[in-house]
């Protein structure tokens, strides 16, 4: 099982970024598919999700700055963050999963917000 997350880095408030993550292809078609953020000292926590069929879900603090989307040809599903804020900041992981990450942890990416 891969979930290679990548795309992080270092923004300023308000700026922009764009996670991807590489999904061994035996398992991207037939399940949903989730973004994951731990900062430090925090649970690890639930930011999108999205299903096989498209539906979407987002917590609270992202809802309006950050779109989740799956691209079925190339087995990677993206986060595209918008308007980020320093509480943003943390590691960035993907899973298998719609309530609750099903799948192995692979390497996350770290987003840093800061002026």
């Known amino acids: 099982v891969q979930l290679q997350a990548s795309g992080g880095g270092s923004v300023q408030p308000g700026g922009s970024l764009r996670l991807s993550c590489a999904v061994s292809r035996s398992i991207f078609s037939g399940n949903p598919l989730g973004w994951y953020r731990q900062a430090p000292g925090e649970q690890r926590e639930l930011v999108a999700a999205i299903s096989v069929g498209g539906s979407l879900k987002y917590a609270d603090s992202v809802k309006g700055r950050f779109t989740i989307s799956r691209d079925n040809a190339k087995s990677t599903v993206y986060l595209q963050m918008n308007s980020l804020k320093p509480e943003d900041t943390a590691v960035y992981y993907c899973?298998?999963?719609?309530?609750?990450?099903?799948?192995?942890w692979g390497q996350g990416t770290q987003v840093t917000v800061s002026s």
């Open positions: 899973n298998v999963g719609w309530r609750a990450p099903l799948g192995p």
